[in-house]
């Protein structure tokens, strides 16, 4: 059954950044290849912004449609969603001032589940700095791995459409980031979030670099997105992975799942930087999702993200089993940095 929980309490999240300032966790003194062998948790680092990705193809629409102008045009301070989603149009609507109060949203985002408040920007903004920021982290200082603690998540969202309580796609910004700035060639982003990250999918489909790769429930929301038949387009053939595991999956068929895409796609595409879209949803006493993993999965699968043996950036995606949240996450980093 569809249980649906409270959406993210975004303004919350943005009180509680300053507290969160960049605790580090753990730290090991050998090197791998020369890279530190450190995992460095970051947690909406404002102190430590740099200068958001410039690459104009990943670029927020500077009239996406923000609290303050809804409120301008006469609708509900309380928070911005749509009336009307602008599907299958005719050539005759083609902007976004077609539409009133309700209409406007309705151009930039394609579900009800990623309403904009006062604050809402600013926390996506914020959150999409802190992957940029793990990003420059991880290539400058040279880092084995780099946790960047994004709310809202990211995964949802392509360049110019919101849902799935995302707005700026965190992961995608910060593969480019390592792309475009510090010419990583090969970069894989691996979703394991249960939810597909269709944004992410739609932004990088026709290209060969970053490589998405995406082990989802299905059928489950986004319900449009996320079959093994998606592969990619035009120089993007190929790079463009989807793994659909039934609802229910336990610990056995998932960790198989991952063996089989890690040894089959990811190596063979000759993988060079790890952007990981850490959701972990995908246990058992999740609300949202419907896998089974214990929380003990998550270390098997922190394992086997250090065995590919690449420098690695994890972005948070999802999780809504909130007293679990932090082992599950913590299993993943720790068993990591152990197989290192
Ligand atoms: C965001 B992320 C449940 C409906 C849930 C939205 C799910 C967004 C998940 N019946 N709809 O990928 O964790
Ligand atoms: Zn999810």
Redesign the pocket.
Known sequence: S???PPPPDINDMGDKRHEMDRPIVAKYNESFNGWKRETEILAMAKDTLVEFCKDDDLQPLPDRPGHAAWIEIGGNPDGVFPDTFAVRLSQIYQDISDGGAGGRPGFFSY?M?AIIAKDTYTAAYEAAQVATTGAEILASEKRRAVFALCRP?G??SSEDLAG???FFNNAGIAAERLIKHHGFGNVVILDI???H?NGTQAIFYKRHNPMYASIHGDPD?PYFWGRAEETGEGEGKGANVNVPLPIGTGDDEYLAALDALIANHIVPYGIQALVVSL?V?TFGGDP??SFNLTSACFERIGERLARIGVPTLFVM????AVSEIGTNVTNVLLAFERAA
């Open positions: 569809c249980t649906t579900d589940t998540p995964h949802h799935g309580y995302c979030d249960y939810h990250g929301y959701g949803d949202v999702g995606e999802g999780g809504y």
